[in-house]
């Protein structure tokens, strides 16, 4: 356990590290993970590279990047990947994404590992606002973050270009002092 920065329900998240790639890799790479996301399945090099940058990032300061390996906290094993992007000209504001190795999807952690990094956002970062944007069809991001309490805000038409065409998104958000009254209720 030692070296997260963060333990939830049986997931802790620590920063990424060098020999996390094959790990992300297997999310990132994947056909059906990135399925709703707006890139296609990427390679071992562009996977070396998001993870050289997150580390590169994590040394800047004001720090507006955090990527977490999420470590299944039994078995100490990657099986899923978050980050936080604080906003540059909105610093009490920040996105928020998630992936889990499909062969946990569908057991709950995906909302615990959206609880997980509210819970960080919230506690450790000192945010007021954290959002996450799906795309329409993603129906498991959808329930994940509404179960931990992310209410829908809306839709932004053509958010991303894909390979099938322009995509909406649908943005979800939490709110510190919502947050705050989710848990205690
Ligand atoms: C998004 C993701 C993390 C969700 O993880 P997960 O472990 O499947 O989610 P959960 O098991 O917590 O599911 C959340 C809810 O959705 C339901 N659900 C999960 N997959 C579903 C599906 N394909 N269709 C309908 N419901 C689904 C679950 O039953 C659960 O509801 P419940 O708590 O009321 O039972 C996972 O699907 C993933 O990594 N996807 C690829 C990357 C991605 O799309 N990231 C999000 C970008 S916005």
Do not use: C
Not at 33 to 42: E, I, Y
């Amino acid at each position: 356990m030692r070296g997260y920065e963060i333990i939830g329900k049986g997931l802790g998240l620590r920063e990424v590290r060098p020999t996390d790639v094959d790990a992300l890799l297997a999310i990132y790479g994947d056909p059906a993970a990135t399925q709703h996301l707006p890139f296609a399945p990427r390679t071992r090099e562009e996977v070396e590279q998001i993870v050289a940058e997150a580390i590169e990032a994590a040394s800047q300061r004001p720090r507006r990047l955090y990527v977490f390996a999420v470590v299944e906290a039994d078995t100490d094993e990657v099986i899923g990947v978050a980050r936080i992007r604080i906003e540059a000209d909105h610093p009490h504001s920040a996105e928020m994404g998630i992936g889990l190795r499909p062969d946990h999807w569908g057991r709950g952690m995906g909302s615990d590992l959206v609880r997980l990094v509210l819970r960080y956002g919230f506690t450790r970062l000192g945010l007021h606002r954290i959002w996450g944007a799906r795309a329409p069809a993603n129906t498991a991001a959808q329930l994940a973050m509404l179960v931990a309490g992310m209410v829908e805000e809306g839709r932004i038409r053509h958010h991303v270009w894909t390979s099938d065409g322009w995509r909406d998104s649908i943005v979800h958000s939490a709110l510190s002092d919502e947050w705050e009254s989710h848990r205690s209720g």
